[in-house]
C-alpha cells in the first residue's frame, strides 16, 4: 500500500510540474478543481488520497517554486483574508479541543478535507498573477463544465446510462439521491451549484459576443437550466434564479430594472399559484415515495428547534465542530414542544449557518458571515468602479452571485459539508480578492485591453 502511494504521488507531483510549468496557477487551481469534480473519492481513493488531493500537493510545491522565481504576484492582506484566516483557526480550534478522534477521526476529516485544503486553493488563486486572459479561462472551464453537468443531469433523468460518465454516477450502489440529477457529487445540491456557477459564468460572455456567439450563449444556458431542473431540488431552482437575476439586475440599465421586477414577481407568483401543491410533493428519488417527499419541508423547522436549543446551552463557542450528531440527541426528547423532535434523530443539521451556529457558537457564525460580508464588499467595490477593466468586475458580479446561490441552499443544507462546494467558493474569492489592487494600481487606459466600454449594461442586449 505504501508503496502504492509513493508511486501515485510520484507520478502525480511530475505531471503537475510538467502541466503548471507551462500554464499558471490559476490553471492548476482550476485542474484541482474539476478533476476533484469528476475523478474525485467514488472514483479513485487509495485510504484518503484521491486524484484532486495529490494535484493540489503538486500544485502547493508549484506555487512554492512560483514565488521563489518571481512569477507569482503577491497582494497585501486585506480585512476579508484576515477574517477568513481568523475563521479557520476558529474551526480548527474547536475541532482539537473536542473529540476530533470521533467516528474515524471524522471531524478532522471534515475539517481537513472541506475547509483547510479549499483555504490552499483560497490562497494559491490570490496570489496568482490575475490577467484578462485568466479570468476568461475561469468563466469558460466553468460554463463548459456546466454544459457536460447538464447533459450528465438530462441523461440521469431520462436513466440513459450509457450517455453517464463516469459510470458511477447512475449506480444504485450509491442509493442516496438515486433517481435525481446528482452528478460527479452524488449530490443534487452540490450537483445544482455547479450548475448555477456554470450558467453565472456562460452569461459573462454576452457582452463579449456578436450575434452568433449570443445565440450559443443562449443555447448554453437553456441546456444548463433544463440540468438544473432536473436535480429536482427546489432551492437549486432558487439559488441559480437568484444568482442569474443578480447579474442581469445589475448589468441592465436602471430604466429596465423595474420593469424586470415587476414581469419576473407576476411570473413567480402565477407560477407558484398554479403548481404550488406540484412544488410542495413530488417523487424525486427513486426509492423514496411522494409521502416522504412532502414530509421534507416539514422536516426544517424540528431541524431548527433543535439547533435553536442546542445553541442556548452553548451560545459562545457551540458544542465542538463535527460533534453536532454527538449532542443533538440530548434535544429530542422535549414534551413541552409541539413539534416532534424525534424525526430528526437520523440527519444531520439542513442549514449551513445552524450546523456552524451549534457546533462553534456565535464566535464560528459570526466570523463566517463577516467574511461573506467582506467578499461581498469587496467584489463591490470592485464592479461599482469603472476605472477597473470589465473582465475584472465581471469575476467581482460572478463571485457576489455564486454567494447568492450559496446562500439561498445553505438556508436549506449544510453546503459546507458537500464535496468540494468549498473548493469552488473559496477559489473564486480568492480570486476576486486577488483582483482588489487593480482599483488602486491600474489606471483608466488599463480598459484598452479588455472590451471598449467598462460598462456590462450592454448584456441586456441594448
Not at 172 to 178: C, H, I, R, V
Not at 302 to 323: I, S
Not at 386 to 407: F, K, N
Request: some cysteine; charged content about 10%.
Amino acid at each position: 500500500m505504501i508503496a502504492i502511494l509513493v508511486i501515485a504521488g510520484v507520478a502525480g507531483l511530475i505531471w503537475t510540474v510538467v502541466l503548471f510549468r507551462w500554464g499558471d496557477l490559476v490553471g492548476g487551481c482550476l485542474a484541482v478543481l474539476l478533476t476533484g469534480s469528476i475523478f474525485g473519492h467514488a472514483f479513485f481513493h487509495i485510504s484518503v488520497v484521491t486524484a484532486d488531493r495529490l494535484l493540489l500537493a503538486g500544485l502547493a510545491v508549484v506555487y512554492v517554486g512560483y514565488r521563489r522565481l518571481g512569477w507569482a504576484d503577491p497582494k497585501p492582506i486585506a480585512k476579508a483574508d484576515i477574517a477568513f484566516f481568523l475563521f479557520l483557526f476558529v474551526l480548527t480550534l474547536s475541532t482539537f479541543t473536542h473529540n476530533w478522534q470521533l467516528h474515524g477521526a471524522q471531524p478532522l476529516a471534515t475539517l481537513l478535507f472541506f475547509f483547510l485544503l479549499p483555504a490552499a486553493l483560497y490562497w494559491i488563486g490570490r496570489q496568482a498573477k490575475l490577467t484578462e486572459q485568466a479570468v476568461r479561462t475561469i468563466f469558460t472551464s466553468l460554463a463548459v463544465f456546466g454544459v457536460y453537468l447538464a447533459a450528465t443531469a438530462i441523461a440521469e433523468k431520462l436513466n440513459a446510462r450509457a450517455f453517464v460518465f463516469p459510470k458511477y454516477i447512475a449506480s444504485p450502489a450509491y442509493e442516496e439521491f438515486y433517481g435525481r440529477a446528482r452528478g460527479p457529487f452524488l449530490n443534487p445540491i452540490g450537483c445544482g451549484l455547479f450548475l448555477s456557477v456554470g450558467l453565472f459564468a456562460a452569461v459573462q460572455w454576452w457582452p463579449r459576443v456578436q450575434q452568433v456567439g449570443r445565440t450559443l450563449v443562449v443555447m448554453v444556458s437553456a441546456l444548463i437550466l433544463i440540468g438544473v431542473y432536473c436535480t429536482l431540488t427546489r432551492s437549486v431552482w432558487l439559488g441559480a434564479a437568484a444568482g442569474l437575476f443578480a447579474i442581469v439586475w445589475l448589468a441592465i440599465s436602471a430604466r429596465w430594472r423595474m420593469s424586470l421586477l415587476i414581469t419576473l414577481l407576476l411570473a413567480a407568483s402565477s407560477v407558484l399559484a398554479w403548481k404550488w401543491h406540484d412544488l410542495n410533493a413530488f417523487k424525486r428519488d427513486k426509492n423514496v415515495s411522494v409521502h416522504d417527499m412532502s414530509q421534507s419541508a416539514g422536516l426544517r423547522p424540528v431541524l431548527a428547534t433543535v439547533a435553536w436549543k442546542m445553541f442556548l446551552d452553548r451560545p459562545l463557542f457551540g458544542c465542538g465542530f463535527g460533534q453536532y450528531k454527538e449532542f443533538d440527541r440530548q434535544y429530542l426528547q422535549d414534551p413541552s414542544s409541539d413539534l416532534d423532535l424525534e424525526k430528526a434523530r437520523p440527519y444531520v443539521q439542513h442549514n449551513v449557518f445552524l450546523a456552524l451556529l451549534t457546533q462553534t457558537g456565535v464566535l464560528g457564525l459570526g466570523l463566517w458571515l463577516t467574511v461573506l460580508g467582506l467578499w461581498i464588499r469587496d467584489a463591490w467595490s470592485l464592479w461599482i468602479n469603472h476605472d477597473v477593466p470589465t473582465w475584472a468586475r465581471q469575476h467581482a458580479l460572478l463571485l457576489m452571485s455564486v454567494i447568492a446561490a450559496y446562500g439561498i441552499n445553505g438556508l436549506f443544507h449544510d453546503v459546507g459539508i458537500i464535496v468540494m462546494v468549498n473548493m469552488l467558493l473559496f477559489f473564486l474569492a480568492g480570486v476576486c480578492q486577488g483582483l482588489l489592487p487593480l482599483a488602486k494600481t491600474l489606471p483608466r487606459a488599463a480598459g484598452a485591453t479588455c472590451i471598449a466600454t467598462s460598462r456590462v449594461t450592454s448584456m441586456s442586449g441594448a
